[in-house]
């Protein structure tokens, strides 16, 4: 049996001002810090302990993959950083304000470009975009991992991870559209031999 753990990062400062973040890199806020430590102190409380570590090559993620693993680990990991598993491309939405987009094109056009998995956001990439990039990574990166039975922690951002979750649990195109995935809470995944998913649980900071 191996163990996925997938995690968003935490509270970055452009979630904090309700933009279209992508590919920016802006740092956590305090409370980004708080929600990734109490993430690790969480995984922790459960055991987990990590072979392997992965993380997208913004600051956001990899001090979220820093802090969950110094609060998990007693042997270093030096997470393996990928732009694959960067957020997606907004084009020009990003740095925008959500509402601040919705006034200047409409709410309809701007949550189809959200939520549409073909149509992106004008110079951006579309979900479809995002997971062409994701899966070769996955697929020789992580993959092989789990199937040597490694314990492995993945961060990475909305967008991403909804594509990981598709794969892992071979969700349809519609269900991991509808996939709301809060920052720093972890899902983790008990996989079998073949990686069929034989448990899975959502941590919640109530729960600590």
């Not at 055991?47 to 270093?76: M, Q």
Request: net charge neutral.
């Amino acid at each position: 049996m191996s163990t996925l753990v997938v995690v968003r990062h935490g509270q970055s400062s452009g979630n904090e001002r309700n933009e279209f973040t992508g590919w920016r890199d802006e740092p956590l806020t305090r409370l980004g810090l708080e929600e990734s430590r109490l993430a690790g102190m969480m995984l922790g409380d459960r055991g987990l302990r990590f072979d392997k570590a992965f993380s997208s090559n913004l600051s956001r993620a990899v001090e979220t993959c820093r802090i969950i693993l110094s609060e998990t680990n007693d042997t270093p990991v030096t997470p393996m950083r990928s732009d694959a598993l960067n957020e997606r491309d907004y084009g020009e939405l990003t740095g925008l304000n959500k509402d601040d987009a919705r006034e200047k094109w409409g709410p309809d056009l701007v949550r189809l470009w959200r939520r549409s998995y073909l149509v992106p956001p004008p110079g951006g990439e579309s979900i479809r975009d995002t997971s062409a990039r994701v899966l070769p990574f996955i697929i020789c990166e992580v993959l092989p991992a789990l199937l040597r039975g490694k314990s492995v922690l993945l961060v990475s951002h909305g967008n991403t991870m909804r594509t990981i979750c598709h794969v892992i649990e071979k969700l349809s195109i519609e269900q991991m559209l509808a996939l709301e995935i809060p920052t720093a809470m972890p899902t983790i995944y008990r996989l079998t031999h073949d990686l069929s998913v034989i448990e899975k649980a959502i941590l919640s900071r109530e729960e600590r």
